[in-house]
Structure formats: structure tokens, C-alpha cells
């Protein structure tokens, strides 16, 4: 009935036109009417992504319930987005993981479901991992498609707006039209989150970095036209060697799957941020790719704490986190000490740290054995919840292995995702 109603004239004609036809031109007429959620396929995704400015991604698997929860209100918020802003240069796209797993691989989709964003025809490096309803889904979906570009028309304007304490990128251009602004443009949509961008007119093109910590002016130098070479720098100036971790990234942290060299420290005391951050910077310079340099709250992340046997009084501590087991960096006044922070880590890549941890066993064990002696079994150190007071630090039980990771748990959930192994990938 459908079909006769779109199609009255071929309808007349249906004895005369093979099945095959009329059941194309059905299809094709039904991907029109229903083109809210558009599938993704490794022919089309590339035209799709680069065709709109904001495309919104649902990795799925028919064997995964969660993306079985998903897909319904995936496509009636696409439905919806599309009621409401007809216009919008926005696509809400979903990818049968099963059908097309070279898609997987490409996009590093290790999870189901999994949705990712592209704007200007990039990945932007942030999934979306928040509530899995109609209005926040759309809701996101307008935020992306916000201009990350604020304007200013003089320096009064630009000093009364600019938030020093933040990442800032300060541009100016004399033609708007130029290669060199559209470039720009395009990579603030994807660091929005990481820096802040400011453009005004100039006679001559520029752009600045303006560092938080050190409050130096960093100008780029390379060729404005040169997009790769001026996505690397503002991607090295807008994510730093060193980042905080938070109980609202660590999952997308975790997922990067590089061990975490974290600084747990009173965030009161800035001062400690920045030694650590200046010895980061000058051993581990190059192993951006190797480890995760990162700095917590010891106060909110005190569970890590008294797995390494410590508490909020003895920060600060360093101490690396594998995703197996954890190591504590062995003595916090050598931190500065040159080289001592950039062998920790080429300890933990060769082995040694592990090694050197049981090849001391002997020791431990008679340590252990004090421990038990002086501290009869049923009397719990450990009982005093978070936040009430003891009569003084508890005992720290000697570890006879080094302590599991802590970290590996707040890796994304089997209540929310399919989590897929290594041999499934």
C-alpha cells in the first residue's frame, strides 16, 4: 500500500517490472523516509563522516544487549534531532560491528556499545559515555555542533574574557577565508575540551600558546596551510605530558591502556604540582607513549592509598599502577634526584620492578611474621570508616607480592558494556 502510494505509476506497471526491481526501489524508498540513524558501512562511512559537521557514531552488536538497549533510542533521538533542526549539518550514524568488524579495528572500538564523534570530518579522542537516554544523547549532539571559537575585536576584550588558569590558544588572521583559519577552526571543534580558542583580526596571521603553569607565549612557527604539522603542535600544547585524574575520566583514561605513573598529593599544596610536572617533563619527555603521567587527588583517591599502605599523611605519593600490580616509587626525597624518576620507569618496562620485588621475599616474609606477632588476628587496623578519626595510623601489613592494581577496576563496566578480549578484536 505504501509503496503504491509513493510509487502510483510504476504500480500500474508492477506485472511488467521483475521483483528484483520493485523490491530495490522499496528499499531505497524506506532509507529515505527512516534516514534519522544512517547505517554505516566501510563504502559509505568516509562520504558520510566528511559530508557533515557533527556525525555521531553507535558501534553495535546484535549478541550485545546493551546495544540491543541502545540501538531504539539511538534512532529515535536521531529521529528527534532531525524533527527539531532539520538544518543541522548533523548525522546520527550506527555501525553493525558484526557485519563490518574492519570498521572496529580502524576506530580502536574495543567495547560495545561503543559511541564515538566525528567533527569537520574528525575523531574527536572523547567517546561519549554518558546517560544512554533521548534528551541526552540529542543534547550532546548540540553541543558538538557549537562554534569552539570565541571572538574578540581587541585586546581589552580578549584580557576581560581570557581564564589564565586554562589552555589557551590565541589566533589571529588577516583573511577568514584562509587555509590556515579553516584548519584552525576545524581543530578547535576537536580540542574544545582541552583548550580554549580565541580569534581576532591582524595584519598578520598568528597564533599563541598561552601555558598555565609556566605563563609562557608559545607561538607557532610552521605552515598555517600545513594541517597535519599544526594538529600535532596544538595537540602537544592542548593535552600535556601531565593531566589530573578523576573519578569522571579515569574510565577513558584506563582505555588508553598505558600504565599509570600517578602523584598522589594534597591539592591544597600547588607547589607539588609543578615539581612534579617539571621532573615529568624533563626525564620522561619521550615516553608520552609509553606511560600515563598523571596527578590525584590523594584526599578522593584514598582507597589506592591504603592499598600501598599509606593515608593522606604520608603525601605525597608516586607510585606506578600496571593494570596488574602496583609499585610505589621507594623514596620521595630522590624524586628530583636526575635520572632517578626516568629509571622507575625503564624498571617497570624491563621487568625489574617485579624482580627486585620477590628477590627481596625473605626479607618480607620475616616482616610478615613480626607483623602477625605484634598484631594478634581479629584486631582489625582497618575498621574506622573514611572520615572518622583513629587513635593513629593503622598498621601497614607487609606485602609478601606486590599489591594488585587498583585502577583495572574502574575500567569501563560489564554492567554497562560487552567488553571485548584481545583475541576478539
Same mark, same amino acid.
Not at 236 to 256: G, H, W
Not at 272 to 290: C, H, M, N, P, Y
Not at 329 to 351: A, W
Not at 367 to 388: Q, S, T, V, W
Given at each position: 500500500?505504501?509503496?503504491?502510494?509513493?510509487?502510483?505509476?510504476?504500480?500500474?506497471?508492477?506485472?511488467?517490472?521483475?521483483?528484483?526491481?520493485?523490491?530495490?526501489?522499496? +528499499?531505497?524508498?524506506?532509507? #529515505?523516509?527512516? /534516514?534519522?540513524?544512517?547505517?554505516?558501512?566501510?563504502?559509505?562511512?568516509?562520504?558520510?563522516?566528511?559530508?557533515?559537521?557533527?556525525?555521531?557514531?553507535?558501534?553495535?552488536?546484535?549478541?550485545?544487549?546493551?546495544?540491543?538497549?541502545?540501538?531504539?533510542?539511538?534512532?529515535?533521538?536521531?529521529?528527534?534531532?532531525?524533527?527539531?533542526?532539520?538544518?543541522?549539518?548533523?548525522?546520527?550514524?550506527?555501525?553493525?560491528?558484526?557485519?563490518?568488524? #574492519?570498521?572496529?579495528?580502524?576506530?580502536?572500538?574495543?567495547?560495545?556499545?561503543?559511541?564515538?564523534?566525528?567533527?569537520?570530518?574528525?575523531?574527536?579522542?572523547?567517546?561519549?559515555?554518558? #546517560?544512554?537516554?533521548?534528551?541526552?544523547?540529542?543534547?550532546?549532539?548540540?553541543?558538538?555542533?557549537?562554534?569552539?571559537?570565541?571572538?574578540?575585536?581587541?585586546?581589552?576584550?580578549?584580557? /576581560?574574557?581570557?581564564?589564565?588558569?586554562?589552555?589557551?590558544?590565541?589566533?589571529?588572521?588577516?583573511?577568514?577565508?584562509?587555509?590556515?583559519?579553516?584548519?584552525?577552526?576545524?581543530?578547535? +571543534?576537536?580540542?574544545?575540551?582541552?583548550?580554549?580558542?580565541?580569534?581576532?583580526? $591582524?595584519?598578520?596571521?598568528?597564533?599563541?600558546? *598561552?601555558?598555565?603553569?609556566?605563563?609562557?607565549?608559545?607561538?607557532?612557527?610552521?605552515?598555517?596551510?600545513?594541517?597535519?604539522?599544526?594538529?600535532?603542535?596544538?595537540?602537544?600544547?592542548?593535552?600535556? *605530558?601531565?593531566?589530573?585524574?578523576?573519578?569522571?575520566?579515569?574510565?577513558?583514561?584506563?582505555?588508553?591502556?598505558?600504565?599509570?605513573?600517578?602523584?598522589?598529593?594534597?591539592?591544597?599544596?600547588?607547589?607539588?604540582?609543578?615539581?612534579?610536572?617539571?621532573?615529568?617533563?624533563?626525564?620522561?619527555?619521550?615516553?608520552?607513549?609509553?606511560?600515563?603521567?598523571?596527578?590525584?587527588?590523594?584526599?578522593?583517591?584514598?582507597?589506592?592509598?591504603?592499598?600501598?599502605?599509606?593515608?593522606?599523611?604520608? *603525601?605525597?605519593?608516586?607510585?606506578?599502577? +600496571?593494570?596488574?600490580?602496583?609499585?610505589?616509587?621507594?623514596?620521595?626525597?630522590?624524586?628530583?634526584?636526575?635520572?632517578?624518576?626516568?629509571?622507575?620507569?625503564?624498571?617497570?618496562?624491563?621487568?625489574?620492578?617485579?624482580?627486585?620485588?620477590?628477590?627481596?621475599?625473605?626479607?618480607?616474609?620475616?616482616?610478615?611474621?613480626?607483623?602477625? $606477632?605484634?598484631?594478634?588476628?581479629?584486631?582489625?587496623?582497618?575498621? /574506622?570508616?573514611?572520615?572518622?578519626?583513629?587513635?593513629?595510623?593503622?598498621?601497614?601489613?607487609?606485602?609478601?607480592?606486590?599489591?594488585?592494581?587498583?585502577?583495572?577496576?574502574?575500567?569501563?563496566?560489564?554492567?554497562?558494556?560487552?567488553?571485548?578480549?584481545? #583475541?576478539?578484536?
Amino acid at each position: 500500500i505504501l509503496f503504491s502510494r509513493a510509487f502510483p505509476e510504476l504500480t500500474l506497471m508492477s506485472g511488467m517490472i521483475p521483483v528484483v526491481v520493485v523490491s530495490l526501489l522499496l +528499499s531505497l524508498w524506506v532509507s #529515505t523516509v527512516d /534516514a534519522e540513524a544512517k547505517y554505516l558501512s566501510i563504502d559509505n562511512h568516509e562520504q558520510i563522516i566528511n559530508d557533515h559537521q557533527v556525525v555521531f557514531v553507535a558501534f553495535c552488536a546484535d549478541w550485545c544487549p546493551f546495544s540491543r538497549r541502545l540501538k531504539p533510542i539511538f534512532e529515535e533521538a536521531g529521529k528527534k534531532f532531525k524533527e527539531e533542526h532539520p538544518e543541522a549539518s548533523a548525522v546520527f550514524g550506527i555501525v553493525d560491528s558484526q557485519a563490518h568488524p #574492519t570498521l572496529n579495528d580502524k576506530y580502536f572500538v574495543n567495547k560495545y556499545p561503543t559511541m564515538k564523534v566525528f567533527v569537520n570530518g574528525e575523531l574527536v579522542t572523547k567517546e561519549y559515555r554518558s #546517560t544512554r537516554s533521548v534528551e541526552a544523547l540529542t543534547d550532546f549532539v548540540k553541543q558538538q555542533l557549537q562554534t569552539a571559537m570565541h571572538e574578540f575585536s581587541s585586546d581589552d576584550q580578549l584580557n /576581560a574574557n581570557l581564564n589564565r588558569s586554562k589552555r589557551n590558544i590565541i589566533a589571529r588572521f588577516a583573511d577568514p577565508n584562509a587555509v590556515g583559519y579553516t584548519n584552525l577552526k576545524k581543530m578547535s +571543534s576537536i580540542l574544545k575540551e582541552e583548550c580554549q580558542f580565541y580569534i581576532g583580526k $591582524a595584519d598578520a596571521d598568528s597564533i599563541v600558546f *598561552l601555558d598555565p603553569d609556566t605563563k609562557d607565549e608559545q607561538k607557532y612557527t610552521g605552515d598555517f596551510s600545513n594541517y597535519d604539522f599544526l594538529k600535532q603542535w596544538l595537540t602537544d600544547k592542548c593535552i600535556p *605530558l601531565v593531566r589530573e585524574v578523576t573519578f569522571e575520566n579515569v574510565e577513558e583514561l584506563t582505555e588508553e591502556g598505558l600504565p599509570f605513573l600517578i602523584y598522589f598529593r594534597d591539592t591544597d599544596k600547588k607547589e607539588d604540582d609543578k615539581i612534579f610536572s617539571d621532573v615529568v617533563i624533563r626525564e620522561l619527555g619521550d615516553q608520552k607513549a609509553s606511560v600515563n603521567a598523571l596527578l590525584a587527588d590523594g584526599n578522593k583517591f584514598a582507597h589506592p592509598l591504603r592499598h600501598l599502605g599509606k593515608t593522606a599523611k604520608d *603525601l605525597p605519593v608516586l607510585a606506578i599502577d +600496571s593494570f596488574q600490580h602496583m609499585f610505589m616509587f621507594p623514596d620521595m626525597s630522590q624524586l628530583t634526584v636526575p635520572g632517578k624518576l626516568r629509571q622507575f620507569i625503564m624498571d617497570l618496562h624491563s621487568g625489574k620492578l617485579h624482580k627486585e620485588f620477590h628477590e627481596n621475599m625473605d626479607q618480607k616474609m620475616i616482616d610478615l611474621a613480626k607483623f602477625n $606477632a605484634e598484631n594478634p588476628e581479629g584486631h582489625d587496623h582497618g575498621a /574506622a570508616k573514611d572520615g572518622e578519626a583513629r587513635g593513629g595510623p593503622p598498621a601497614a601489613k607487609p606485602h609478601t607480592s606486590p599489591p594488585p592494581s587498583v585502577f583495572k577496576e574502574l575500567k569501563p563496566s560489564n554492567k554497562r558494556y560487552s567488553i571485548l578480549q584481545k #583475541t576478539e578484536l
